[in-house]
Structures are given as C-alpha cells and as structure tokens.
C-alpha cells in the first residue's frame, strides 16, 4: 500500500519568508496529488491538485512541484504571513481509486 | 460555492448510546461522499465511500454493523455509530466531490467534523 511521509515536526518561520513543506511517498507512483490545509478541530480545504504529467502548479502565493523521479511533491508559500499557520496536508490518489492521507505538517509563521 | 456542512459538531454521550452525524452538500449535488476518522496528529483514515442511493463501500478493518452510512438522497449522508463505546471516541469528517469521475482528479470539500466523545 501507498506510504506517504511528511515531516511530523512543525515548521516554524518568520512572516515574509518563503514556507517549503515535503510530501514524499513510497510504492507507486500517484496519478494526482492534492494538498491541503487544516485548521485545529476543523475539516481540511482543498487548496491545491497536481497531476503526474505536471512539473508544477501555482496558485496565488502557493506553489507546488511533483518530482516523479523523487516520489515527491514540495508545497511553497511565498511572502508567508501568520495566517498561514496550519497543518498542511499532503493526500494521493492513483485515479480512481480513493486518496490516501498524509499525516500532515504544521506550520507556524510568527510576525 | 461546494459547502459541506456536519451536524452535529461535538456530541458527548454514555457508552452503549447509538449516535447519528449528518453530512450535507448545501450548494451542490454529491454523488460520492466519503467517511473519514481521525485521531489527534494522525492522518485521516477513510472509513466508507458513499454512493447516492446505493450501499456503502467499507474500507478493511471497518465493521459495517457498527458504523451504518445511508446516502439517500444527492445531498445528504449520515453516519450512525451503534452502540458506541469509548474506543469510538475520534473526530469524524465527511467530505463530497461535486462531479462525477476518479476520487483522485477533484478536489474533495469537507464537512468541519464531529467530535464524538463516549464516557
């Protein structure tokens, strides 16, 4: 079965930075990869989906990448502010079949 | 637009009591609707995927006599926790996908979650 892994460790910097968080996964290779942010005792939004054949997609101030050779996807903020403090959630699909989750990793961007 | 809403959001009951949270698509049609537990800091863990007017698909190691989903209509899932115990005390989350096609290649819109606690 797919594993995915994301750093457990919260990632803590300051506002105006750029944040980079890591999914890497095990197993196959997904058809789409979705990130997503949840906020404590709330339910996940969807902020972004990127397909296999898709090096990168951006979105606002968020980016992320999808490095099939590394079984890895980096999810950027750039300009980060205090509100982007969450967990940042990282879910696999290959298609048709369900997602599978990551664990997450929070974020904190102190002002 | 592609709001989920969970009712209710923390329910906090004796153990033996039979517990009911609904899930509803307020501004779209969801064919598919999925269960999700989750335990703190741990990743959600699908429970069952719902289909509109058809049975539940229960993912392995779910017990389908104790958690019941119906989806009887395009915009309401429910999920009753039977005779819930204390080892059943998690936050619950639903979510719905507006379109048809693979689970992978839409975005999945989330209900705010319940949290249920059995003493």
């Known amino acids: 079965s797919q594993k995915i892994e994301q750093n457990s460790e919260a990632l803590n910097i300051q506002e105006g930075k750029t944040a980079t968080l890591t999914c890497n996964y095990t197993?196959?290779?997904?058809?789409?990869l979705q990130w997503y942010r949840q906020d404590p005792g709330r339910g996940p939004v969807f902020l972004l989906l990127?397909?296999?054949?898709?090096k990168e997609k951006r979105k606002e101030r968020l980016k992320v990448t999808f490095d099939t050779t590394l079984k890895q996807s980096l999810f950027h903020i750039t300009a980060s502010q205090p509100a982007d403090s969450a967990t940042y959630l990282c879910?696999?699909?290959?298609?048709?079949?369900?997602?599978?989750f990551g664990k997450g990793t929070m974020l904190l961007v102190s002002p | 637009g592609a709001v989920v809403s969970q009712h209710p959001s923390w329910v906090i009951c004796k153990s033996g009591t039979s517990v009911k949270i609904e899930c509803r698509s307020l501004d779209f049609q969801a064919t598919t609707m999925f269960w999700y537990r989750q335990f703190p800091k741990q990743s959600l863990m699908l429970m069952a995927t719902s289909n509109e007017g058809s049975k539940a698909t229960y993912e392995q190691g779910v017990e389908k006599d104790k958690f019941l989903i119906n989806h009887a209509s395009l915009t309401l899932s429910t999920l009753t926790v039977t005779s819930a115990h204390p080892e059943d005390s998690s936050f619950y989350i639903c979510s719905a996908r507006d379109q048809a096609g693979g689970a992978g290649n839409q975005p999945q819109h989330f209900g705010d979650g319940t949290r249920l606690s059995i003493l």
């Open positions: 879910a696999l699909s290959q298609g048709y079949s369900t997602l599978t």
């Open positions: 197993n196959y290779s997904p058809a789409y």
């Open positions: 990127i397909r296999e054949n898709e």
